[in-house]
């Protein structure tokens, strides 16, 4: 049974940074690519970031390009998102999320495992 754990989260001034950590058990990381949504209130859940299998390949989303970056450690079962220069528009629970494919990429539907999520709030 593959088990996401995410942390790191918490509250931040606006313009400050956090780095979220996503640990993997219960799977091979390193056959798993990996993704960060997150979902504010009222909001739908939506695309952060988004990683490969073997580290080759990224990609974020618009609002957060330039200020978030994706990356992993295979060695460690772990896959961070550093967020700089956040915004109090980035407020949200962010999940961490896994998929046996390739590259996940942007749409929830492609992804098979889920993280229970971690509350970012940024105050202005």
């Known amino acids: 049974q593959v088990q996401l754990v995410e942390s790191g989260g918490g509250l931040v001034q606006a313009g400050g940074s956090l780095r979220l950590s996503c640990v993997v058990s219960g799977r091979t990381f390193s056959t798993l690519a990996m993704g960060w949504f997150r979902q504010a209130p009222g909001k739908e859940r939506e695309f952060v970031a988004a990683i490969s299998r073997n580290d080759d390949y990224t990609s974020v989303a618009n609002s957060v390009k330039g200020r978030f970056i994706i990356s992993r450690d295979n060695a460690k079962n772990t896959v961070f998102l550093q967020m700089n220069g956040l915004k109090p528009e980035d407020t949200a629970v962010y999940y961490c999320?896994?998929?046996?494919?390739?590259?996940?990429?942007?749409?929830?539907?492609?992804?098979?495992?889920w993280g229970q999520g971690t509350q970012v709030t940024v105050s202005s």
């Open positions: 999320a896994a998929t046996d494919q390739y590259f996940g990429g942007l749409l929830t539907s492609k992804y098979d495992y």
